[in-house]
């Protein structure tokens, strides 16, 4: 049997190949016919499958990231072929690969199984994040998980540390919006807000400055700009409830912000007009959509939306 698992979501197939094995040792296995390669060397894989079992047990046979390796992905293949390795019930091949690939016909025809792992949409985000707090459990409201799976984004593994820091904080209590206020997004933000203070000076050097910082500290750039287009877009509230003439002690009530978002964001308000807001909004938007999709490097991308809005 040949198993395939691949994709951007390299959380979810990490843990589906995870789960995978722990079957395998929960089945009575002895681990003996257990083995990982994390190398394309064909010899010892042949070595591996074709070894007689000392305890008749099934082999299961880790093989990560075959496909960086054109030569070695036809040999495994012509081998799989001729040794019928699809048919056989005594040997599970798990082929796992931490990014898409192009999956040819001919490939398809030669795996028991394939599973491909996306990024989660917005909505399906928020359901996992919910369902992996229950899991582990804990309890969050929706409306929580909403806002956890915005400042974070995709990134599962960041999401994943994230929730265990919430549950043990709870303590069997509900996540609230607080919670993740007082945890996670609040120091974020603080620097967020320094990076706007530069944008608003129209000083440039500073704004890139701040931005590296983040990335020096392991914050990813769709993650930086996801917290970039949440203030961009609460100041945008802001400006317009203010155009409309809405009194300052209403604004967190209008906008369902905490009042220290809001008493930050009015000391950025009359540094744009709304027009020029909407205008970095759409930019910042345009450069999370061109990361996304491999249209431009990361980093590049940052810089270059830096020297467009300033």
Known sequence: MIILLYGKDTYR????????????????????DFAIFNLPDMDKIKSKIQSISMFDEKKLIVLKDIFENDDFLKEFFKYA????????NNVIVVIYEKDDIKLKPEIKNQVNMY???????????????????RKRN???????????????????????????KLISYKNGEVITEKDIDSLISRKIEADIFKTIDAIAGRDKKTAVRLIHNHLFRGE???????????????????????????????????????????????????????????????????????????????????????????
């Open 13 to 32: 197939s990490s843990q589906k190949l995870k789960e995978i094995i722990k079957k395998y040792r929960e089945s009575g296995k002895t681990g003996i």
């Open 81 to 88: 072929s001729k040794h019928k390795l699809k048919e056989k």
């Open 115 to 133: 599973q491909q792992f996306n990024p989660l949409s917005e909505f399906s985000l928020v359901r996992w994040i919910i369902n992996e707090v």
């Open 138 to 164: 804990g309890a969050i409201s929706k409306f929580s998980a909403q806002k956890l799976a915005y400042i974070l984004g995709n990134d599962l593994w960041r999401v994943s540390n994230e929730i265990d």
């Open 220 to 310: 990813k750039e769709v993650y930086l700009l996801s917290m970039l287009t949440f203030q961009v877009r609460n100041l945008i509230k802001i400006k317009d409830l203010q155009e409309k003439g809405v009194p300052y002690y209403n604004l967190h009530k209008r906008t369902n912000l905490h009042p220290y978002v809001v008493k930050k964001l009015m000391g950025y308000s009359n540094k744009f007009d709304l027009n020029e807001l909407r205008y970095i909004y759409k930019k910042i938007l345009e450069t999370e959509i061109e990361i996304k999709t491999g249209k431009i490097n990361p980093r590049v991308a940052l810089d270059l939306l830096v020297n467009t809005i300033i």
